[in-house]
């Protein structure tokens, strides 16, 4: 799944529109449609967008044995 579609689903399970989103992020609507188009998110902007949302984030590599990084 790309983050773009984990950020549509999000937008639908948290009951926020896209342009709501943008807006809480301080950034206009276009300008994060435009980030959608190219999923051109940085590790912090998702932080933002979980923390707006009153959300979770966590990124990690599993490894086979069970270690995360």
């Known amino acids: 799944m790309t983050i ?3 950020i549509k ?5 948290c009951n926020v529109s896209e342009a709501e989103l943008a807006r809480r992020l301080g950034t206009s609507p276009q ?9 051109s ?3 912090v ?3 933002k967008i ?3 949302l009153n959300v979770k984030f ?3 590599f599993i490894l086979k044995n069970g270690d995360k990084v």
């Open 4 to 6: 773009k579609e984990q």
């Open 9 to 13: 689903i999000l937008c639908v399970r």
């Open 31 to 39: 300008n994060f449609n435009s980030k959608m188009k190219r999923e």
């Open 41 to 43: 998110f940085t590790i």
């Open 45 to 47: 902007e998702l932080e």
């Open 50 to 52: 979980a923390n707006v």
């Open 58 to 60: 966590r990124r990690e």
